[in-house]
């Protein structure tokens, strides 16, 4: 499914250099149709863009790590995606074995359900135990926003906080919303200045992109990457936005 871009209006506050945005993205490459020929594609984007990470599909680390080998741009992947229903110990063993295959960041899908339930001493154990298998690697834990209250929200945030995690992100970019504005807001004063928000799931402008930043987000998943960074390039060179029709109904 495509889940529908952030609404924004134009940014009017000062440009950013391209590679300060560059480095706030993980070029996303999770669709489930995506070939052999469009991983490498997009890997390419990414070493081109000079972005913090490219975001891969498990069976796609390996490959991923191969082709970014010596590059700056960081190995990421996801655990228990997209519905987090997996048990502990899959999720367990998907960290140890991706991390082993060259990943470099994890993005772990938590249990949806049990969060939903008040389990929230549950959500806790689990990212701890995916944290503990990381090994000191990045752990970024997505809550996917749009099925939780806000009551949810902020009870699993800060058990993400205290279990280890480095980053709180909004959702996989596959549930019926994505990222919001008054989410990346509650994220980041529910938790503490050391943990990190990342967005995803319809940031598919600059606009959005610096909206989102502005309020606290400081990485995104994304995949109109290429879009996003040659309208700031234009932009910056006293152009008009470049956005398209196109790029607004990308998926995730």
């Not at 706030?24 to 081109?48: K, N, Q, Y």
């Not at 490959?63 to 590059?71: E, P």
């Not at 959500?123 to 939780?148: C, D, R, S």
Request: proline content about 4%; overall charge negative.
């Amino acid at each position: 499914m495509s889940v529908a871009s952030i609404d924004v209006p134009r940014w009017d506050g000062p440009l950013p250099s391209r590679e300060e945005v560059a480095k706030m993205i993980d070029h996303s490459l999770l669709r489930p149709e995506l070939t052999a020929a469009e991983v490498e594609d997009g890997l390419a984007t990414a070493l081109e863009y000079r972005t913090a990470s490219v975001c891969v599909r498990p069976a796609d680390v390996a490959a991923a790590a191969a082709a970014l080998r010596g590059s700056q741009v960081r190995v990421g992947t996801v655990v228990g995606f997209p519905h987090g229903s997996s048990t502990t110990q899959a999720k367990v063993f998907e960290t140890t074995e991706l991390i082993s295959l060259g990943a470099e960041e994890i993005d772990m899908v938590i249990n949806i359900g049990r969060l939903r339930g008040g389990d929230v001493a549950f959500i806790q154990n689990e990212i701890a135990a995916v944290v503990q298998a990381a090994e000191g690697l990045p752990v970024k834990v997505i809550f996917e926003n749009a099925y939780l209250t806000d009551q949810d929200k902020t009870a699993g945030y800060k058990s993400a906080e205290t279990a280890g995690a480095a980053f709180i992100k909004t959702g996989t970019g596959f549930a019926p919303g994505g990222a919001t504005a008054a989410d990346i807001a509650l994220m980041r004063r529910t938790v503490s200045p050391h943990v990190q928000v990342k967005a995803a799931g319809g940031v598919r402008t600059l606009d959005a992109l610096l909206h989102l930043h502005q309020l606290g987000a400081t990485r995104f998943g994304a995949t109109a990457t290429a879009a996003i960074l040659d309208d700031l390039e234009s932009r910056r060179n006293g152009h008009p936005p470049t956005a398209s029709a196109a790029e607004l109904t990308a998926g995730y």
